[in-house]
């Protein structure tokens, strides 16, 4: 429930057995995932677990975070049918509220975190500061273009992101990545057609 009481929208969302956007990884994240040096790995807005039980896979230690408890839930239960679970600790927070460690992490992943602009921003200054010397942020994102396709994401620009804007919000990494394409998403039953995206590889100095 809200603090208001209400029920939580994203829990409503991911109620059920199915995984809405599927069990694989997000294709960009499987493509640079080999960019992230070996160390703990946090993802941010981790859903249903798809991408922490990917990297996991990979040897990394992954911490997901994401505000539906019924997402968290079943993040658990994708690691134990994935045999990682001794890899990834899933936590249910508001990522408005969660405290990023400081040079804590080779690698932060954000897959369509799609967040009111405030809290975007101060969340990336925090990973900025929470990657230690030499680790990488791996970003997709909508882009506002993304409305006229109505293939999935926000129903609202200002939930997107465009590279513009994120290459402010992330001063201080070097952008090995920094571009915006089209390309054909199908992740599970909600990101599935031509897609309008950012995507963002970037390493912090040191």
């Known amino acids: 429930m809200t603090s208001a009481g209400r029920p939580n929208p994203w829990d409503l969302r991911y109620a059920g057995d199915a995984y809405k956007y599927g069990r694989d990884p997000n294709d960009f994240l499987r493509e640079m995932a080999g960019s992230i040096p070996s160390g703990p790995v946090l ?41 990682v679970a001794s890899g990834v600790h899933f936590v ?7 405290p990023i460690e400081r040079e804590a992490w080779a690698g932060v992943v954000s897959i369509f975190a799609h ?8 969340v990336h200054r925090r990973v900025v500061d929470g990657l230690e010397p030499g680790g990488v942020f791996i970003l997709e994102a ?3 273009d993304q409305l006229a396709h109505g293939t999935g994401g926000p129903p609202t620009a200002d939930l997107m992101m ?7 919000e992330l001063s201080g990494l070097k952008l090995d990545v920094a571009r915006e ?3 054909d998403i199908h992740e599970g039953a909600l990101h599935h057609g031509r897609s309008s995206v950012v995507q ?3 390493r912090k100095p040191g």
């Open 43 to 83: 993802s941010l807005a981790e859903g249903e677990g798809r991408n922490a039980v990917f990297l996991a896979g990979l040897g990394h230690r992954v911490t997901g975070v994401d505000a539906s408890a019924v997402a968290v839930d079943k993040g658990r239960r994708l690691a134990t049918d994935s045999e």
């Open 92 to 98: 249910h927070a508001d990522l408005a509220e969660f």
């Open 115 to 122: 967040l009111p602009p405030h809290v975007r921003r101060s």
């Open 142 to 144: 909508y882009t506002p």
């Open 162 to 168: 465009d590279l513009e804007t994120l290459r402010e």
């Open 181 to 183: 394409v089209e390309r």
């Open 200 to 202: 963002i590889v970037g």
